[in-house]
């Protein structure tokens, strides 16, 4: 309890609460690039009233069913590699958070 409450307070602290609010709320808190993280949209696709909004809702969406759709081309071979073979093998670069899933579904 005590280790908890500690990164609970250094947490505080931090500000930590208040950059996840802002992510939750599609805030630009990437100050690298000057724009909202959306990690939380990705996950929060179908919320009834999501709190970013929606319109990254309908972008979130439709980014989503285009990559579907993509991999769904791939796995009933309808989407050939260049050499007009059915494509067997994908390669993902990701760095970070966006690195993750993949890996762990692998």
């Known amino acids: 309890p005590a280790v908890l409450d500690a990164l609970l307070a250094l947490a505080e602290d931090s500000g930590v609460r208040a950059q996840a609010e802002a992510q939750r709320h599609g805030e630009p808190i990437n100050a690298t690039e000057g724009r909202a993280a959306l990690h939380v949209a990705l996950r929060g696709v179908d919320w009834a009233e999501p709190p970013w909004g929606p319109t990254v809702a309908t972008q979130v ?46």
């Open 61 to 106: 969406r439709h980014e989503l069913d285009r990559f579907l759709a993509a991999a769904e081309r791939i796995r009933n071979g309808e989407w050939r590699g260049h050499s007009g073979e059915r494509i067997t093998d994908v390669v993902n670069i990701g760095i970070g958070g966006s690195d993750l899933g993949p890996k762990m579904a692998t």
